[in-house]
């Protein structure tokens, strides 16, 4: 009884957790930019205002002024992002952006992260069982590719290509090429996989007796 308890009570936590930490992110991120914006643009409005002729202080603040200004410049890149001029206009500063040294590896990264995860991970094939940090220790990673490279080549052998996700964050983790014989498949979805990350290992995958995944 008192098992079945703690069963019950561990997926309640479980099931708030992967409601609430998607929404605390957001909140923090979006706090953040408004924040950073209020900042930059507050103090320019104050002045425009007293151009014009309105009579409040240099230091006056406009309450609310970072909310606003993002969330119409997000619109305003909603809108131009539908048009074929604004798409050039966009691409054109994405080569900007990736031809400043150290930005190039910064801003290809997070994009392609971010359209990972707004997939729900998709890019991922499988995800699989390796031993790591060491000989013993098991952890979990998503297939990323399994084509032939380079780095097959000079191995000499079939090469994995492997991200290992951490915890809590997904988002964050090492890239690793192992040897195809050292991989194991698992059943689990590419998505009880990364609960299985963010949880910590609180959340496990049921997996039947029979070696069938979903029976209890």
Do not use: C
Request: charged content about 15%; aromatic content about 10%; cysteine-free.
């Amino acid at each position: 009884m008192l098992t079945k308890a703690k069963h019950a009570l561990r997926n309640t936590f479980i099931t708030g957790l992967f409601i609430t930490l998607p929404l605390a992110v957001t909140i923090v991120v979006f706090r953040f930019v408004f924040t950073g914006v209020d900042g930059l643009f507050s103090p320019l409005i104050t002045r425009l205002l007293i151009i014009f002729g309105a009579h409040i202080e240099p230091e006056y603040r406009i309450p609310g002024i970072g909310v606003i200004t993002t969330i119409t410049l997000i619109f305003a890149v909603g809108v131009i992002t539908k048009h074929y001029a604004g798409r050039k206009l966009i691409a054109m500063g994405e080569a900007f952006i990736v031809k400043i040294p150290g930005l190039k590896g910064i801003y290809s990264a997070s994009k392609q992260m971010i359209e990972t995860f707004s997939n729900g991970g998709m890019a991922f094939n499988k995800v699989v069982m390796i031993e790591y940090p060491r000989k013993g220790i098991y952890t979990i990673a998503f297939i990323t590719n399994t084509g032939k490279s380079e780095i097959s080549a000079r191995a000499g052998m079939d090469m994995v290509n492997v991200f290992v996700p951490t915890t809590p964050n997904p988002t964050s983790g090492f890239f690793l090429a192992l040897p195809k014989e050292d991989v194991t498949e698992l059943d689990m979805s590419v998505e009880d996989g990364f609960k299985l990350v963010i949880s910590g290992g609180m959340f496990v995958p049921p997996y039947g007796a029979d070696g069938q995944p979903g029976d209890a």
